[in-house]
Each structure stands twice: as structure tokens, then as C-alpha cells.
């Protein structure tokens, strides 16, 4: 589980930390040595980062989305926090948290399908109770509104999210 996360960072702060690697550019510099620009995220933003040494090397062992171990400093650059990378090494996705890169919902889950259960159980209606009734009790359907959409592209990537523009259908 992550120590360190974007939000935590402050200028002079050393740290050796894993991201998700949003974007990557490859740019030189005036004397035509190279140098790589990445943007680093996790669940509460992300962050500008630059690879000024090694950069050949480090530069063909990650893409972007990959988690990449970053060993780094934050520092100030014209008003704006950014990271200097040091060392940066992919990482399996095995050795990684989902929940430290996926924004959470404001939400509680479980009090969302509470609140649901007890939109149900008040409805007058007869036939529309025997229709939803059984739907509460599917539990594996259940469990799958509680996680993020599953697709390369995430187009609601919050934890609990899938209940999040469900939700507000039932008020």
C-alpha cells in the first residue's frame, strides 16, 4: 500500500514511491542530449515529472500505463510543483494496490445500497415490488455495481463509482 501519494508531496520532499505513468514524452534539450517528460498519478492527482540522467536507459523499460517505481524529489519550478526522477523502474501489477490509483467515491457504498433497499421496501405497488425485490437479492450483480467500470479507458474510474451515476436514480 502507498505511503506517499501526489497530494502529500511538498517542495524539497525525497521520496521512493510507485505512480501510474499517465503520459510520457521524449523532448532535448538545446545541446541535443535527451530528456523525458512524464505525468505521474495516483489516486488523489497527478503530477509533472522530469528523467534529466539515464534517460536511454530508463526510457525503453515503461509505457504509458504502466506503475513504475519512482525514486525522486519534488521541487518548485516556476510556481508549480513537479518531481525530479532520479531512478524509475516498472513494476508488476501484482506489487500494487488498485484502490492507491482509482479515485474513491464520496459515498459510502454500503450506505447507498441501504438507502436503495429501503427506497424498495416502501414501494405501494404490488407488481413493481416483485419486480425489484429480486433484484436486491442478486448479490453478485451487487457486487459489481460497487466496482469501476471494467474497460481500458475508464469512463467513471471512482471506487463505488459504478453506484455513483446509478445512485441519483433512485431519489
Not at 72 to 88: C, E, H, I, K, P
Not at 144 to 158: A, E, G, H, S, V
Request: glycine share 6%; hydrophobic share 40%.
Amino acid at each position: 500500500m502507498k505511503k506517499v501519494f501526489v497530494d502529500m508531496l511538498k517542495s524539497g520532499q525525497v521520496f521512493d514511491e510507485i505512480f501510474l505513468v499517465r503520459q510520457k514524452q521524449l523532448a532535448h534539450k538545446k545541446d541535443g542530449n535527451p530528456y523525458l517528460v512524464l505525468t505521474l498519478a495516483d489516486r488523489t492527482g497527478s503530477i509533472k515529472a522530469m528523467v534529466w540522467d539515464n534517460v536511454q536507459d530508463i526510457n525503453g523499460n515503461f509505457g504509458i500505463g504502466d506503475y513504475v517505481k519512482v525514486k525522486g524529489a519534488a521541487s518548485d519550478y516556476r510556481d508549480m510543483l513537479q518531481v525530479t526522477v532520479r531512478d524509475l523502474e516498472r513494476c508488476g501489477k501484482d506489487s500494487i494496490a488498485t484502490e492507491d490509483f482509482l479515485p474513491h467515491s464520496d459515498r459510502d457504498p454500503d450506505d447507498m445500497m441501504d438507502h436503495l433497499v429501503s427506497t424498495c421496501s416502501v414501494v405501494e405497488n404490488s407488481y413493481l415490488k416483485k419486480l425489484l425485490m429480486p433484484f436486491l437479492k442478486m448479490n453478485p450483480l451487487l457486487n459489481l455495481l460497487r466496482r469501476p467500470l471494467p474497460q481500458k479507458i475508464c469512463i467513471m474510474p471512482i471506487l463505488g463509482g459504478y453506484w455513483n451515476i446509478r445512485f441519483p436514480l433512485f431519489f
